[in-house]
């Protein structure tokens, strides 16, 4: 673990959480000791290709003993620390609420490709699910993936990577998992992280100034572009070019001045190039991406939610613990009370 106490000693750490890792034996976060334990590959069967990412590519399949239908998740050979830190992590959060269950790990005998087995959800792809949300499924499926956030921020572990492709939601069942756990990290308070993680539009203002002592935090930001796109019916909501262009995006929306004193707090400095770039800018109300498509998502119980998401400074940001008692889940609690 390296970490630099001398320059992060004086950052905050998270409000809650912060020492979870403390108290857990060793083993518990020291994937880099993890065994992997492999299963039988005969036991699966490969039926079509369902999506590809950065470090896989990933299957529907049959497990020819239960019959069941699984997800095969095959890594590209990627270190294998990062291997055995995903799994780590899988098998940590196991059983959590609203996270992907691993069932197996696989290995093929002849290449060495190790696959993950997952449970298969009868998805639809948010692309074609998001635009026909109506008010109450935004407030359900965001409090859904509040819970998994609070859960794996219970269990030490930031996800890192939250964005729509990452959530996968059957509207039959009304069930939602968070997937892809491959940048998720354990959190070490005052350790300095990698701050290449998380997909370009749904990285926090704490990744594009390149500070590394970030936390749980991160999560919630990137869950507030996701909210931020669903009610404005704007995805992505900031939509930069590339890094530098995310960062200018957001201070289009949240202004400049707060963007230089969460810089001065830091005690980080922008590159020179990023004089020209920035300008000057005001806040921007959202009333100003309020329209007559999206007014009906639009309300100030979410805006107020939004405001405590969409923070600068990652200190103050909202927890998710926070947010699952805010007044727009209000009808979701009562439901819950109900049950």
């Known amino acids: ?39 039988n590959p005969n036991n699966y069967e ?73 449970e298969c959800l009868d998805n639809v792809d948010f692309k074609s699910l998001f635009p026909t949300f109506d008010d109450y499924d935004i407030r359900f499926y965001i409090y859904q993936i509040l819970k998994a956030l609070d859960f794996c921020h219970s269990q030490g572990i930031m996800h890192r990577d939250v964005k729509p492709h990452n959530v996968i939601i059957d509207p039959r069942k009304k069930e939602l998992r968070l997937i892809d756990w491959g940048l998720a990290e354990f959190y070490h308070p005052r350790q300095d992280y990698n701050v290449r993680v998380a997909s370009r539009y749904y ?18 930001w990137s869950l507030g572009c996701v909210l931020a796109g669903l009610i404005f019916k704007r995805d992505p909501f900031f939509c930069g070019v590339d890094n530098n262009d995310q960062l200018v995006k957001i201070a289009r929306v949240l202004g400049t001045d707060g963007l230089f004193e969460y810089l001065t707090k830091y005690k980080k400095q922008l590159e020179p190039y990023f004089d020209d770039l920035l300008g000057r800018h005001t806040r921007k109300p959202w009333s100003k991406f309020i329209n ?19 923070v600068y400074d990652h200190a103050e ?3 998710p613990k926070e947010a699952l008692a805010h007044p727009y889940f209000e009808k979701i609690h009562q439901e819950e009370q109900q049950r």
Do not use: A, C
């Open 203 to 220: 990285k926090g203002p704490e990744l594009l100034i390149d500070f590394q002592y970030y936390d749980y935090s991160l999560d919630i």
């Open 292 to 310: 007559s498509d999206n007014q009906h998502l639009v309300n100030p119980v979410v805006l107020d939610l939004l405001d405590k998401m969409l």
């Open 1 to 39: 673990m390296n970490s630099n106490s001398s320059s992060s000693s004086k950052w905050p750490l998270p409000r809650l959480y912060s020492d979870v890792n403390i108290y857990k034996p060793r083993e518990y976060w020291d994937y880099e000791n993890f065994q992997i334990e492999y299963s």
């Open 46 to 118: 490969i039926v079509k290709k369902v999506g590809r990412g950065k470090y896989s590519e990933v299957f529907e399949g049959i497990n020819v003993v239960t019959n069941e239908k699984v997800i095969i998740k095959v890594l590209r050979p990627v270190k294998r620390k990062k291997i055995k830190r995903e799994i780590k992590i899988l098998y940590n959060l196991h059983g959590g609420p609203n996270i992907v269950k691993l069932l197996d790990i696989i290995k093929d005998p002849s290449s060495g490709t190790i696959s993950l087995v997952f």
């Open 317 to 319: 940001r909202i927890l």
